[in-house]
């Protein structure tokens, strides 16, 4: 299985997909996403995930979660759903389309955990998750090394978030805990969180 990902992820580079760097240093990378959801059971959405990091590291390293990857671009899902039949997963699926959308959908309320890794700002990754976890789930994302903290706890709370953990080995991850169902106003509509930032 870890040769079938290395593949699929060398694959993802040579597509434009996946940054510079060796794989497998990508593959320690989401390994560290996977440290942290060790007591996450059921659903976990990987925003943005394109190149297939970490979402695919996570699906296979938990064959019990239910993962569903979530992107925007048509070329990018395409390359994840057959990722995901090259590595015979079944705890896995693609859902196309932008997360202010998916944050409307079906999807809304039924996270246990949102993972993001180069995603966006750290508002615009607050206000897109938030909407998909359900009361007590967590936010788990990368953060830069020595980045500081950029998640200010009176915007987080406009969204139900609270900070938590933050790891100090690397890779960085940050940790948000849903402790309020996120208001009915959020997400905004398609561009808002970038384009005028909560935070």
Same mark, same amino acid.
């Given at each position: 299985?870890?040769?079938?990902?290395?593949?699929?992820?060398?694959?993802?580079?040579?597509?434009?997909?996946?940054?510079?760097?060796?794989?497998?240093?990508?593959?320690?990378?989401?390994?560290?996403?996977?440290?942290?959801?060790?007591?996450?059971?059921?659903?976990?959405?990987?925003?943005?995930?394109?190149?297939?990091?970490?979402?695919?590291?996570?699906?296979?390293?938990?064959?019990?979660?239910?993962?569903?990857?979530?992107?925007?671009?048509?070329?990018?899902?395409?390359?994840?759903?057959? $990722?995901?039949?090259? &590595?015979? /997963?079944?705890?896995?699926?693609?859902?196309?389309?932008? !997360?202010? *959308? %998916?944050?409307?959908? @079906?999807?809304?309320?039924?996270?246990?955990?949102?993972?993001?890794?180069?995603?966006?700002?750290?508002?615009?990754?607050?206000?897109?998750?938030?909407?998909?976890?359900?009361?007590?789930?967590?936010?788990?994302?990368?953060?830069?090394?020595?980045?500081?903290?950029?998640?200010?706890?009176?915007?987080? $709370?406009?969204?139900? &978030?609270? /900070?938590?953990?933050?790891?100090?080995?690397?890779?960085? !991850?940050? *940790? %948000?805990?849903?402790? @309020?169902?996120?208001?009915?106003?959020?997400?905004?509509?398609?561009?808002?969180?970038?384009?005028?930032?909560?935070?």
């Amino acid at each position: 299985m870890q040769d079938v990902l290395v593949a699929q992820l060398e694959r993802s580079r040579k597509l434009g997909f996946l940054g510079p760097g060796a794989v497998e240093v990508h593959i320690d990378h989401a390994a560290g996403f996977v440290e942290v959801l060790a007591e996450v059971t059921g659903r976990v959405i990987d925003l943005g995930s394109g190149g297939g990091v970490p979402g695919l590291v996570v699906a296979v390293r938990r064959p019990d979660l239910d993962v569903v990857l979530v992107e925007a671009m048509a070329k990018r899902c395409a390359f994840l759903r057959e $990722a995901i039949v090259a &590595l015979g /997963l079944s705890n896995a699926r693609v859902v196309e389309g932008r !997360v202010e *959308v %998916l944050g409307r959908s @079906e999807l809304r309320g039924s996270a246990d955990a949102v993972v993001a890794r180069s995603f966006g700002a750290p508002a615009v990754t607050a206000e897109c998750a938030a909407p998909l976890l359900h009361v007590g789930g967590l936010v788990v994302v990368s953060e830069p090394p020595g980045g500081g903290q950029r998640w200010p706890a009176d915007g987080l $709370a406009l969204l139900g &978030l609270h /900070l938590g953990a933050r790891s100090t080995s690397s890779p960085v !991850v940050q *940790v %948000l805990t849903q402790d @309020e169902a996120c208001p009915d106003r959020y997400p905004r509509r398609n561009g808002m969180p970038a384009k005028r930032p909560m935070f």
